[in-house]
């Protein structure tokens, strides 16, 4: 199974994360526009076909945390009075939130109102910048040795920098000015950084890697 790796960069030197996920978020309301609680969501993963749910809160909000970046749909069912309502095709990438909003409209239970995908959106969720390297360009750009830490450089301010050994010279990037030392490497939210140096401890193969991104800013609690 192919990894998904989140690089964050700070200016503190010491940062630690819990994940390296994406989350997949919303609110459910009626046709008014009042919240609906108690209702199932359903997340599925439509590569694995993977499946987590979850009941809406007392403000019709939902969210599953530490999913596998892919492609998902999210289906809201009701016991009561509602459609069953399902979104078919929403991306997720490493390290994001998507946020889906969803409407149940007034009907039988066993009726479906099914839209196929929804529109890129901003991500309003949260003020974290930062880059994404997907697989198609780890595999189509040239990369001397495949060294998937090369594509880091793609990031806005990256620059990489020369170091005194052959393990700084492959992996040191600073990245808007902050020190190659103050990075942080994370592989599905397990640290796995050279002590001291805090570049990757190895490089991975790019065919073991599915994207990866690059943080550089408004890191939240989960950080430490």
């Known amino acids: ?20 996920r994406g989350t997949l978020l919303g609110t459910v309301t009626d046709p008014t526009g009042a919240v609906v609680p108690g209702i199932k ?58 946020r889906v909003d969803i409407v149940l409209q007034l009907g039988a239970v066993s009726e479906t109102v099914s839209v196929q995908s929804v529109a890129p959106q901003l991500q309003t969720n949260t003020a974290a910048m930062g880059t994404v390297i997907d697989n198609r360009t780890m595999i189509e750009l040239p990369l001397n040795a495949r060294n998937f830490y090369d594509l880091v450089a793609l990031t806005p301010g990256a620059v990489k920098v020369r170091g005194a050994s052959s393990v700084m010279d492959e992996r040191s990037i600073e990245i808007g000015g902050v020190r190659n030392t103050s990075t942080n490497a994370m592989l599905d939210g397990v640290d796995f950084s050279v002590a001291n140096i805090n570049n990757p401890a190895i490089a991975l193969s790019l065919d073991a890697l599915d994207e990866f991104k690059v943080q550089t800013n408004f890191m939240d609690a989960s950080y430490g």
């Not at 199974?1 to 010491?14: D, E, V, Y």
């Not at 970046?69 to 979104?87: D, E, I, M, P």
């Open 1 to 20: 199974m192919k990894r998904t790796l989140a690089l964050s960069i700070t200016f503190a030197a010491a940062l630690h994360a819990q994940y390296g």
């Open 41 to 98: 969501v359903t997340a599925r993963n439509l590569g694995s076909n993977e499946a987590r749910e979850f009941t809406t809160d007392e403000s019709g909000n939902y969210q599953f945390n530490a999913l596998l970046s892919g492609r998902y749909s999210v289906t809201a069912t009701s016991t009561g009075q509602f459609k069953t309502a399902s979104v078919g095709d929403v991306e997720l990438r490493v390290n994001s939130q998507a």
